[in-house]
């Protein structure tokens, strides 16, 4: 190779390869220090595109986890008040049976119709206050109820219909008709058929509830599930590999040495020209 003095080949060479290995270390710097491989597009455009599509679904999940758990809230405040309900309905049946029974007089009868209405009274105004927030639950307003479960748009594949479980609870709605009252024996037995009636139906109702717990659980179950995988894949694109990182930035710590070693003895190259004059 001849040796000139205008143009130090060697140097640039040199000086090429120290940028390239100063600049691998300041990304392996990068990586470490914030403990992610892909820090801006340049790292892997398709990469950080994908991961942060990821990262979207991840953050929907929380709040479709959210919505699920605040019908299961709604869902259990109504089952509560049902069974406040169910609780008046069975006390107004010991009342009409021992209204049945032919050895109380009528002004006893009486008595205990009192209390039996003053209980058909508070089953109404249970299904009347039951409310989650702002929305009444038992008072058969809520035609519809869909939780959004889902990230998409597509509301049969995204969301779940409660409103099943949200039925009027007032006491006519459960079977009890207005005026029924047991102040006569014959009226305690009728009294007695409208509530098991009326039981039946809360049970029922109560069932629907049951059902719709279980299914927004499991879907709660599945959510977690699902984040837990995406998690996995987001961490797979965009979380760095310390070990691997860790030998990757020795490496170029060492070429950067020797780079700049070599670069001191190639700018030195030209000075042999002198020996030759």
């Known amino acids: 190779m001849s040796i000139v003095v205008n ?13 390239k290995a100063t600049s691998s270390l300041q990304t392996s710097m990068q990586r470490l220090s914030t403990g992610m491989k892909i820090n801006n597009a340049g790292d892997d455009a398709a990469g950080l595109a994908l991961s942060e599509k990821i990262n979207g679904q991840l953050s929907a999940s929380d709040v479709c986890k959210n919505n699920a758990q605040t019908g299961i809230n709604m869902l259990n405040i109504a089952d509560g008040d049902l069974d406040i309900i169910n609780q008046n ?64 748009s597509d509301e049969a594949q995204n969301t779940i219909d409660i ?16 005026g029924a009252s047991i102040s006569t024996a014959a009226n305690a037995r009728a009294m007695i058929d409208l509530i098991d009636t009326a039981v039946n139906n809360i049970s029922t109702r109560r069932s629907v509830i049951g059902a719709s717990v279980n299914r927004l659980n499991s879907t709660v179950d599945r959510l977690d599930v699902r984040k837990e995988n995406l998690q996995s894949t987001y961490s797979t694109i965009r979380d760095t590999d310390i070990a691997s990182e860790s030998t990757n930035l020795t490496k170029q710590q060492i070429l950067q040495q020797s780079a700049a070693t070599l670069l001191q003895q190639a700018n030195q190259t030209p000075a042999l020209a002198l020996t030759l004059i």
């Not at 209204?99 to 009868?109: P, W």
């Not at 409103?163 to 207005?178: I, M, N, R």
């Open 163 to 178: 409103s099943d479980a949200f039925q009027e609870a007032t006491a006519t709605a459960l079977g009890v008709t207005a």
């Open 89 to 152: 309905l069975q006390r107004i049946k010991d009342l009409a049976v021992q209204s049945a029974n032919g050895v109380y007089s009528d002004s006893e009868r009486l008595s205990m119709d009192q209390e039996v209405q003053l209980r058909i009274e508070e089953i109404n105004r249970i299904a009347s206050s039951s409310a989650f927030s702002d929305v009444n639950l038992l008072d058969g307003t809520i035609a519809d109820m869909k939780l959004q479960i889902g990230t998409g």
């Open 7 to 19: 143009t130090n080949v060697a140097s640039l060479m040199v000086q090429r390869n120290l940028s």
